[in-house]
């Protein structure tokens, strides 16, 4: 077996697995590039001086800087960072130190930090307002200062993601395309066989004599198609074995027929008489299933024809015959079918509804990807009981469709037989006013 044979017969459970491997690792090897390619990042550093200026003036703030007012202000936990920012700040402002509140605002999905104070001595002044006012805070911070009405002034940095952040969103939303790229191609790579496998299953509803499926891809979808192509198989030979043996009884019940025949001729005239006339009649219905199972078990070649074209030859040759058969004018309608036979299917429905109501209507349309062709006429109809019952072999309704009117029962049985071998349909209902409607669905 050659290396290209046995990697596209290797196990799907494998292949998945090894592509989520990949995908896995493409998606870490970006991430583990990220920790050489971003920069180590730098806060923003602040002055003590500058959040007194902003504090004093608020008219007036600094470049970076946004200034809020609240009518109260929760402290943090005891920092020892705050704490000495605290004091620099109420000494640069000249004021009280609990008029002061600094808080560091701790980032998502962190935990604040706790800190023991016993033991750890307060935090000295610095030695004059100028050398508080040169105290650098780093980082986001939260600097409060109480108002002679009570309310509170905050002064904090302005929003804004810092450079380095702005590059690790980047470098994440790139990866997240790289590896929606390489799962999209091997959804599709493995989505390839089930499709096909959906196609295979609406051919073979379409037409049961339609090509197998290629035995490709892993190891399981080719033992799958392998399956459905042996199915496919047996459903044909399944069905042809039927024809035939259905073929071969009504063949060889023509010699005993005849046998009959030839014995009742010394019969008495009336007796004889009414056997001949059974015998006629067996004989047509023999004649009738030989003439079904041939056509039933013909093999056709499927083409694309237009449907509107082959039903206006069925009505021409009804109209040559003198029936009232009409057809509503459209649009082409086009369909991959045997020709042969739809027109035999086209003419049985035809033929009935001029037989048993003197003429026919044929509307052909196309709809949810479907051919529609109504046979309507306006007969005497047939009973809501029989409506299913007449497509049954050798049935024939006993209010209008008898055996004066002629046929064997086998025309209806044949048409839905031939719709369906296309993939589609005839269903019979009553129409308003009176007649019938002979309604054929097929599949575009």
């Not at 390489?182 to 051919?203: H, S, T």
């Amino acid at each position: 077996m050659s290396k290209g044979t046995a990697a596209s017969r290797s196990p799907l459970f494998l292949r998945i697995f090894v592509r989520m491997l990949a995908c896995v690792a493409v998606v870490q090897l970006l991430n583990f590039g990220l920790l050489f390619a971003i920069q180590t990042p730098n806060p923003k550093l602040h002055t003590v001086g500058q959040i007194a200026q902003a504090m004093r003036n608020p008219m007036a703030v600094p470049e970076g800087f946004e200034v809020l007012r609240a009518p109260a202000v929760e402290p943090q936990p005891w920092n020892p960072r705050a704490e000495r920012t605290e004091v620099a700040l109420a000494t640069a402002l000249g004021v009280p130190r609990d008029r002061v509140i600094l808080r560091f605002p701790v980032g998502f999905l962190q935990r604040p930090q706790v800190y023991n104070r016993a033991g750890v001595p307060p935090a000295p002044a610095p030695a004059s307002a100028a050398a508080a006012q040169d105290v650098i805070v780093a980082g986001r911070f939260e600097a409060s200062l109480k108002l002679p009405d009570g309310s509170w002034r905050t002064v904090t940095p302005g929003e804004g993601l810092e450079p380095w952040r702005l590059f690790v969103i980047a470098w994440l939303v790139l990866s997240a395309l790289a590896a929606a790229i390489f799962a999209w191609a091997m959804a599709q790579r493995f989505a390839r066989p089930i499709g096909a496998f959906a196609r295979a299953a609406e051919r073979l509803g379409r037409d049961p004599r339609a090509p197998p499926i290629e035995l490709d891809g892993p190891a399981e979808i080719a033992e799958a198609a392998r399956a459905f192509n042996d199915m496919q198989a047996r459903l044909n030979r399944y069905v042809d074995d039927r024809a035939t043996m259905i073929a071969a009884v009504a063949h060889d019940l023509r010699t005993p027929l005849m046998r009959l025949g030839l014995r009742v001729e010394d019969a008495d005239p009336a007796i004889r008489a009414a056997c001949e006339g059974d015998i006629r009649e067996m004989q047509a219905m023999i004649s009738a299933v030989m003439a079904y199972v041939r056509d039933s078990s013909r093999i056709g070649v499927r083409r694309p024809l237009d449907l509107r074209s082959l039903a206006e030859t069925v009505v021409d040759d009804a109209a040559d015959r003198g029936a009232d058969v009409s057809l509503e004018l459209g649009d082409p309608v086009v369909i991959e079918a045997d020709p042969v036979a739809l027109k035999a299917m086209l003419a049985n429905l035809v033929g009935n509804a001029v037989k048993y109501a003197g003429g026919a209507e044929l509307v052909l349309s196309a709809r949810d990807r479907e051919a529609v062709i109504a046979v309507r006429d306006r007969g005497p109809g047939i009973a809501d009981e029989d409506m299913e019952r007449v497509f049954d072999p050798f049935f024939r309704g006993e209010r209008s469709r008898n055996r004066d009117t002629g046929g064997m029962g086998l025309g209806l049985a044949s048409a839905r037989a031939t719709a369906r071998a296309h993939g589609g349909d005839i269903t019979l209902h009553r129409r308003s006013g009176g007649g019938l409607c002979a309604t054929v669905t097929l599949p575009l």
